[in-house]
């Protein structure tokens, strides 16, 4: 591994990737990961969804919170006719002319625990008749009222359970995309360092490939090798110009769309480091799982899908049937001539309203109801154990790819080192005029194929980590809940 990553420092460096050129932004993985979660448009469009889910949640609190509200109208002006029905019964249009204002302020609270709501209410009224030069007032210094549905659903009741589920699964959603990011961008990440690697490697081979030919030249020139080889080594420089060309083409794509994904402006060159194994790290399936049910929006929207399906039923059977509203008020109400009077000895009053509405024939429709909303919830309650069983077995093979991965990065790193060795002892082998043509261009495509196996191996690697991350939401190098 160590002679790979020193080789490919000495090749960037020599075809112009250095660090020090102000024109070469160099990136790690973990930069590009956190530019994609800080300036990416998904990561942005994440934040307005964690913004509309809390105003959201702010609103269905305000459904419990006292309410205070002026109503009136100012002013009530009319001037017209009008039909008056007259002793007789005959009909007579009257003009008017008249301004009826009024000014009522309401404060109401809803009960979540019975779904009823208690209310008070304050109203002045003012009769100006044009006409007769006349004011008359009307009003309620003050009143209280409850209102409560009997045999019905509460719907207030059920938000208590359900919206807050809601909330905490909104921002788990949250930290879930921004680790979808961190997935995304690590594929865009490998493309470039993969395309960057291509690139090099080709450069290398047609430098090497040049040096072979020019030697081998000098070879035809004495008699010491025929002229098909000299024509295969020909046809070696073009097809490696050709790959110089196609690199450099992969390379610009790559940088463009990972340029794109993380906000990155301008035309600054992107240098992207090798990222390093963390092969301290260890991950049990145990844990992923525990954690993965304690933080996914996932797991929580197990109990969310469950408390809906028997709010349904509650609804159904709620909604059928007997059902009865209550309504009672009490306070004072008074007519005066002024204002202040309004106040003064107001006079009592009392109201108490029960409304009934009994089916007497529904063709079996609230039965029929009832029985779907249950047949519902047992299909949830089949659906929500199925998810599971799915939820645990992705997690599972998860931590076991994840731990593949790292066992296959420790064999593709020998083979790396032993394909680099065995490219080396052919050069100097041909050079010394005691290998085939043949044997140099294996030898040369086994070397290419080692380097390319190493970047496949960490992009799969980091690949299962950053998905185990998302599964389970859990940070296992810093060993804590992922947060933001």
């Known amino acids: 591994m160590k002679f790979l990553l020193m080789g490919l420092l000495a090749i960037f460096s020599s075809k112009g990737f250095s660090s020090q050129k102000a024109d070469t932004l160099q990136f790690t993985l973990q930069q590009v990961v956190e530019m994609a979660k800080a300036n990416s448009i998904a990561a942005k469009q994440a934040i307005t969804v964690k913004e509309t889910k809390y105003w959201e949640w702010r609103t269905f609190k305000s459904n419990y919170q006292p309410q205070l509200a002026l109503q009136g109208v100012l002013p009530g002006y009319t001037k017209t006719y009008t039909q008056v029905q007259q002793p007789n019964g005959t009909i007579l249009f009257q003009p008017v002319h008249y301004d009826n204002s009024s000014l009522t302020l309401n ?3 809803s009960i979540a625990t019975t779904g009823g709501t208690i209310y008070g209410t304050t109203q002045l009224q003012r009769f100006d008749d044009f006409d007769r030069n006349s004011v008359l007032y009307n009003g309620i210094p003050y009143g209280i009222g409850y209102t409560q549905p009997l045999l019905q659903f509460n719907n207030l009741k059920w938000d208590k359970k359900i919206e807050p589920l809601k909330f905490n699964e909104s921002k788990q959603v949250f930290i879930e995309t921004q680790e979808k990011i961190s997935i995304t961008v690590t594929e865009y990440f490998f493309d470039l360092l993969l395309a960057q690697v291509n690139l090099n490697i080709a450069d290398v081979n047609y430098t090497n490939t040049k040096r072979i030919l020019t030697i081998a030249d000098t070879k035809f020139e004495l008699g010491k090798i025929s002229k098909n080889e000299i024509l295969q080594l020909q046809l070696e420089v073009l097809n490696a110009q050709k790959a110089v060309g196609t690199a450099k083409r992969d390379v610009e ?16 060159r ?22 993965a049910f304690e933080n996914r929006s996932e797991a ?12 349904d039923v509650a609804k159904a059977k709620g909604e059928n ?15 005066a001539n002024s204002a202040f009077d309004i106040y003064r000895s107001p006079k009592n009053q009392q109201s108490v309203e029960l409304q009934l509405s009994i089916p007497v024939m529904d063709w079996g429709r609230s039965k029929s109801r009832t029985k779907t909303a249950q047949a519902n919830e047992q299909f949830t309650t089949y659906a929500v154990e199925q998810d599971k069983q799915t939820f645990k077995q992705q997690i599972v ?3 076991t790819l994840f731990n593949m991965m790292k066992e296959q990065i420790k ?21 010394l005029g005691n290998l085939s043509i043949t044997d140099l261009s294996i030898a040369f495509q086994e070397n290419d194929r080692a380097k390319r196996d190493y970047v ?15 599964l389970s939401l859990y940070d296992f190098e810093k060993n804590r809940k992922i947060t933001y």
């Open 456 to 470: 496949s191996s960490l992009r799969d690697f980091w690949g299962a980590y950053y998905q185990l991350r998302y």
């Open 411 to 431: 064999l593709t790193d020998e083979a790396e080192k032993i394909a680099a060795e065995k490219y080396k002892i052919a050069s100097e082998r041909y050079v």
């Open 253 to 268: 794509i790559a940088t463009l769309n990972l340029r794109s994904y993380i906000g990155i402006e301008g035309n600054d």
């Open 321 to 335: 049937g007997l059902t009865a509203t209550l309504r009672a008020n009490l306070g004072f109400s008074n007519a």
């Open 107 to 109: 404060f109401s609270q």
């Open 270 to 291: 992107i240098k992207l480091d090798m990222p390093s194994v963390v092969a301290q790290m260890t991950v049990v399936a145990e844990k992923v799982l525990a954690e």
């Open 300 to 311: 929580i929207a197990f109990i969310r899908r469950m408390a809906e399906a028997k709010r």
């Open 397 to 399: 093979t998860q931590v």
